[in-house]
């Protein structure tokens, strides 16, 4: 069995700040690691992904989350924040070669203020 | 190209009666998957279709819930009879042909059950 923890439910931020949203996996086999954000009344979108490869990736609107294997982590990270990254951040996993269904944590919510 | 697309966006109904949620995916899309969020909880797993077949469904809740995809375009999903606990947010996402780590997700805005 895999599960997604992300220990911050809320995450209020300035803008032009820093920020990193957490992220914790668990699974006995491999996985393949996916964030998404939801704006307000919208669908979930693909913000980035880890496949294989560099630990770093790089997604849409400045974001990155780096893959840690040894802590099994997955922290989205961006260096200056915009008012429009305020949204929902859903962090998940999908058992490499194991179907096609991925499970997601529980959602951080990012408000960013001027 | 149209995204995809739910209907009906809110529903409110009582403990006991039916509802059915549709889900329109993007033209092409072979796979199509529910999705389930109940509030302040993660978002869960329902099923996958390939066209027409159900792959998996192992994360339907229980046989209140029933999903179909006819001639592999459009999906349903029913619940009857409904109860308080299936309140919450249900999602739609297609995908192209193949493993969907690959092939990206696209997602509805989701329809808002809420059962009294």
């Known amino acids: 069995a895999q599960s997604v923890t992300q220990l911050d439910s809320q995450v209020p931020v300035f803008e032009e700040a820093p920020v990193e949203l957490r992220c914790n996996y668990s699974?006995?086999?491999?996985?393949?690691l996916f964030w998404y954000v939801q704006y307000p009344n919208q669908g979930l979108q693909l913000l980035l992904k880890y496949l294989s490869g560099s630990t770093l990736v790089k997604g849409i609107n400045g974001f990155e989350a780096e893959f840690n294997k040894s802590q099994t982590s997955f922290h989205l990270r961006k260096p200056s924040v915009h008012i429009s990254d305020t949204a929902e951040y859903f962090c998940a996993a999908m058992i490499t070669g194991g179907g096609n269904k991925l499970t997601f944590g529980t959602g951080t919510q990012l408000k960013v203020e001027l | 190209e149209a995204g995809v697309t739910q209907f009906p966006s809110h529903s409110v109904i009582e403990k006991g009666q039916t509802v059915t949620l549709r889900c329109d995916p993007i033209?092409?899309?072979?796979?199509l998957y529910w999705y389930r969020r109940v509030m302040g909880k993660e978002i869960k797993f329902l099923l996958h279709?390939?066209?027409?077949?159900?792959?998996?469904e192992s994360g339907m809740p229980n046989n209140r819930f029933l999903a179909e995809r006819t001639g592999g375009t459009y999906s349903t999903l029913k619940v009857q009879p409904a109860e308080l606990e299936d309140s919450g947010v249900y999602f739609c996402?297609?995908?192209?042909?193949?493993?969907?780590?690959?092939?990206?997700?696209?997602f509805g805005n989701g329809t808002r059950l809420t059962v009294t």
């Open positions: 699974s006995s086999v491999s996985v393949y």
């Open positions: 996402a297609s995908s192209q042909k193949g493993p969907s780590y690959n092939s990206p997700l696209h």
């Open positions: 033209s092409g899309h072979d796979n």
């Open positions: 279709f390939v066209k027409e077949s159900k792959q998996d």
